[in-house]
């Protein structure tokens, strides 16, 4: 693996608390049935989302720092696919959590756009991996 794609690693997994620690005041939010959290479907849904999303990108990005090294691709595009997969489990769970910060937001806001943009990023990048290793 090359020190490119350790450094991304390690990143990754640095993150990996992160999402234990969201996991852990969700479960918070339920025990103590914080107003806000409970009785608003919308933030409830947009938020368990991000946490599910930032889980399950982590670990495919993780994954696919094995294979970025692999690939036949320039140096460029494999920096490119390092960005673009590592960028896709911080917008899109962003992107959720953000949209509705507020108890009180029954609509996502404008930054619901965030998990537009990595999921744009999640596609090309695992495209061009997926390109450069068949």
Do not use: E
Not at 35 to 61: F, M, Q, S, T
Not at 75 to 100: C, Q
Not at 123 to 130: K, P, V
Request: charge should be positive.
């Amino acid at each position: 693996m090359s020190p490119a794609s350790l450094s991304t690693a390690g990143v990754l997994l640095i993150t990996v608390p992160a999402v234990a620690f969201g996991g852990a005041s969700l479960l918070t939010f339920i025990g103590r049935r914080t107003p806000g959290y409970l009785d608003n479907p919308v933030r409830r849904g947009l938020w368990r989302a991000g946490h599910a999303h930032a889980g399950v990108l982590v670990l495919l990005a993780l994954v696919a720092m094995l294979y970025v090294d692999q690939a036949h691709l320039s140096d460029g595009l494999k920096g490119l696919v390092r960005g673009l997969v590592t960028a896709a489990p911080i917008l899109m769970p962003l992107g959720f959590f953000l949209s509705v910060v507020r108890p009180s937001d029954t609509r996502p806001s404008r930054l619901i756009w965030l998990t537009g943009i990595g999921g744009v990023c999640l596609a090309a990048g695992t495209l061009i991996l997926g390109v450069g290793l068949v």
